[in-house]
C-alpha cells in the first residue's frame, strides 16, 4: 500500500522531497533556527532512534544521534557487522523484527534505490521513517540542511542561479537538492557534467545542462561539487580517471572566480581533495562546507520534532 508522508502540515515520513509543499520547507529551516537559537521546545526522553545504516556514513549518521541526543530522545544504533543480517536475514523482517520493538523513528540508509520507502509501505504508521540516503535516489535531510545554508548564506531564494558540478547522473544529493529548490521557484537551476554522468535529458530534473564548466559556472551564486563516489564500482565505466576529471571539473580558485564575484562553495562531504577541489578551495572563506554540517544537526532536530508532533 502506498504510504503518505506528508499531509496538511503533518509530517508522517520523511522519504523524499517531492510532494513537500514550499510552506511547509519554510517552516522547517524557521524550525531548525529557532532551534539553533532557542532550543527544542520539548523534551523527547521517552522517544527512541533507531539508525540502521546499510552504507556507511560519517557525517548524516553522527548528525542523527547527536540530534536525537539534543532532543532528549534515546538513540540505538545497528550495526550490519553483527546484526543478523549478516546471518542473511532479509531487509523486510529485519525492518518489521525490530518494528516490533516499539521504536518512534527509524533513519534508514541504503544502497537500492527506494528501498527505504519499500520499508515505510511496509511498516505504514507503526514507525516514523527518515531516508538518510538511498541509491541514487534521495537523500532529503541532505537537501534541506542545504537549503538552510543557502537562506542564511543569501537570506531568500530569490533570483538565485545554481549551479551542481559532478556526477550528476548517480547522484541523490543532487536529485533531492533541486526538488526542493525548484518546490521553493528557483527556476536558475544548472547541472555540470561529461556527458557520460549526465542523466537522460528527458530527465534533466529541471535543471538546465552543461558539459563546460566555464560556461556553466558563469555567474552562479553557489556552487555544489558532488562527491566523485569511488566506491560505485559498477558505474566506474563511466567516471572519468580522477585525474582528468580534476582537470576538467575540479573547482580551484581561479574557476570558482569564472562563477558569480563572491560565490560559495557547497560540498555535501566526504571530500575528494584534489579530485572535485583543491585544499585551497575547501579550506577558503569561500567554502560552506562546515557550516553545512552544523547545519545538518538543526534540521535533523527539526525534522524529528514534526514527526514526533505527528506521532502524539
Ligand atoms: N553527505 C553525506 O551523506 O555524508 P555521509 O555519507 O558521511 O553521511
Redesign the pocket.
Known amino acids: 500500500m502506498p504510504v503518505q508522508q506528508y499531509d496538511q502540515g503533518q509530517l508522517y515520513h520523511l522519504l523524499d522531497l517531492q510532494g513537500l509543499p514550499a510552506d511547509f520547507l519554510l517552516s522547517l529551516l524557521d524550525l531548525a533556527e529557532h532551534i539553533k537559537t532557542k532550543g527544542p521546545a520539548t523534551d523527547y526522553r521517552k522517544a527512541q532512534l533507531l539508525n540502521l545504516f546499510f552504507e ?6 553522527f548528525s542523527f544521534e547527536l540530534a536525537a541526543s539534543r532532543l532528549g530522545m534515546r538513540v540505538l544504533n545497528f550495526d550490519t557487522r553483527s546484526a543478523s543480517t549478516a546471518k542473511g536475514e532479509s531487509f523486510h523482517d529485519t525492518i518489521n523484527t525490530l518494528a516490533a520493538m516499539r521504536p518512534d523513528i527509524f533513519v534508514i540508509r541504503h544502497s537500492e534505490n527506494g528501498a527505504v520507502e519499500q520499508a515505510a509501505e511496509i511498516l505504514q504508521n507503526r514507525v516514523s521513517i527518515i531516508n538518510a ?1 538511498d541509491g541514487h535516489h534521495a ?1 532529503p535531510t ?1 537537501a534541506l540542511l542545504d537549503l538552510l545554508t543557502i537562506r542564511q548564506h543569501r537570506g531568500h531564494f530569490d533570483n538565485l542561479r545554481l549551479a551542481i558540478v559532478g556526477d550528476i547522473l548517480h547522484s541523490r ?1 543532487a536529485r533531492s537538492l533541486l526538488n526542493g529548490l525548484r518546490a521553493l521557484g528557483v527556476e536558475d537551476l544548472r547541472i555540470i557534467a561529461p556527458d557520460s554522468l549526465m542523466p537522460d535529458p528527458s530527465n534533466s530534473l529541471g535543471a538546465k545542462p552543461f558539459t563546460d564548466l566555464r560556461e556553466g559556472l558563469d555567474g552562479a551564486e553557489v556552487v555544489i561539487t558532488l562527491r566523485v563516489q569511488v566506491e560505485r564500482k559498477k558505474d566506474h565505466s563511466l567516471m572519468p580517471p580522477p585525474d582528468e576529471y580534476h582537470q576538467k571539473y575540479g573547482i580551484t580558485m581561479e574557476r570558482l572566480g569564472w562563477a558569480a564575484p563572491n560565490a560559495v562553495l557547497m560540498h ?3 571530500i575528494n581533495r584534489g579530485v572535485e577541489l583543491t585544499d585551497e578551495v575547501a579550506d577558503s572563506s569561500r567554502s560552506l562546507i562546515l557550516k553545512q554540517v552544523e547545519n545538518g544537526v538543526w534540521i535533523r532536530m527539526a525534522i524529528m520534532q514534526k514527526l514526533l508532533e505527528a506521532r502524539a
Open positions: 556507511n556514513s560519517t557525517r548524516t549518521r540516503g537523500h541532505q544529493v555535501p562531504g566526504p
